[in-house]
């Protein structure tokens, strides 16, 4: 018995000492003394939803209760890998490939939005084996648009920064759309 009453003790005691030392620690490090770089870029997206071989793919969408007939109706999810190309051209050289989704967030045709999630990464260059992400909502009907840079790898590594888009090609019957990417990116 006498046992038992101080092993209860015991855990009292260790139990009321616990807090003490239970603590929650942190450090702040000083960032190196890099400078943080700007890097601006430019090349063209070809987004392809039609013929044998398409870039983006349906993977879900909405049960609609009335008939939308655009090849991206609202609540469309749509998973891509989209080549990056040096020019608008279907024949310019591959420089990388942005891969992600895009869902369809607007009701209104008129004012047909994204929201974007995609991973740019460079397959070729002083680029290759980096990437940045985008993470925005993009209204694709605006002529010009900005997006927003949420992070990076490699050469990108913390990147953040945005995009400006351009419409460069669009067919409303199929979909397929080349965009104008203007990018600029601040990183270490």
């Excluded at 040096?86 to 008129?110: C, F, H, R």
Aim: aromatic share 14%.
């Amino acid at each position: 018995m006498e046992e038992q009453l101080i092993f209860a003790w015991a855990m009292i005691f260790c139990i009321a000492i616990a807090p003490v030392y239970g603590e929650y620690y942190s450090k702040t490090v000083t960032p190196s003394s890099k400078a943080e770089k700007v890097t601006n870029l430019h090349f063209f997206l070809h987004d392809t939803l039609s013929g044998e071989n398409p870039s983006a793919v349906l993977v879900a969408h909405a049960n609609l209760t009335r008939k939308d007939h655009s090849p991206v109706p609202f609540g469309s999810l749509f998973a891509i890998d989209d080549p990056l190309r040096v020019g608008p051209e279907p024949t310019s050289k591959i420089i990388g490939n942005a891969q992600g989704l895009y869902l369809s967030s607007s009701q209104d045709a008129s004012k047909f939005t994204i929201v974007l999630y995609a991973d740019f990464a460079f397959t070729t260059g002083k680029f290759k084996g980096s990437s940045f992400s985008i993470f925005s909502r993009n209204p694709v009907t605006e002529a010009k648009r900005e997006v927003a840079i949420v992070g990076g790898r490699g050469r990108f590594r913390m990147a953040r920064g945005f995009a400006h888009i351009k419409t460069s090609y669009f067919n409303a019957t199929t979909g397929d759309a080349i965009l104008d990417y203007k990018v600029t990116l601040y990183h270490y």
